[in-house]
């Protein structure tokens, strides 16, 4: 089995910052090899993508994340990493780390992994 484990949510006052993280557990080959994904669902809304990473280490945001929020990964922690400044009260949700395809030690490939979330309140 494999697992992703998001942590860094909490409370932040509007314009702040967080980083939000996400480790793939240690039956996960590699992060680096495949897309991963943050996705954000706010109280009564879909959930929304907000930003990808690719195995070349091409990144997309989400229009509402341009210029704010930064995503990358680290190899050595397998684990990948959502910085989210100029933080907003619609910003609010919780959010979730997110792999296509997640590919194990041995080599059996997993899909649509998701990690249970962690939940971000911008408010003053």
């Known amino acids: 089995q494999v697992q992703l484990v998001e942590s860094g949510g909490g409370l932040v006052q509007p314009g702040g910052s967080l980083t939000l993280s996400c480790a793939a557990s240690?039956?996960?080959?590699?992060?680096?090899?495949?897309?991963m994904n943050w996705y954000r669902q706010a109280p009564g809304k879909e959930r929304e993508l907000v930003a990808t990473?690719?195995?070349?280490?091409?990144?997309n945001y989400a229009d509402s994340a341009k210029g704010r929020f930064t995503i990358s990964r680290d190899n050595a922690k397998n684990s990948v990493y959502l910085r989210m400044s100029s933080l907003k009260p619609e910003d609010t949700a919780v959010y979730y780390c997110n792999a296509p395809v997640l590919i194990a030690r041995d080599y059996i490939r997993y899909l649509a992994v998701w990690g249970q979330g962690t939940l971000v309140t911008v408010s003053s």
């Open positions: 240690e039956s996960v080959l590699s992060v680096t090899s495949v897309t």
């Open positions: 990473i690719s195995s070349t280490g091409s990144t």
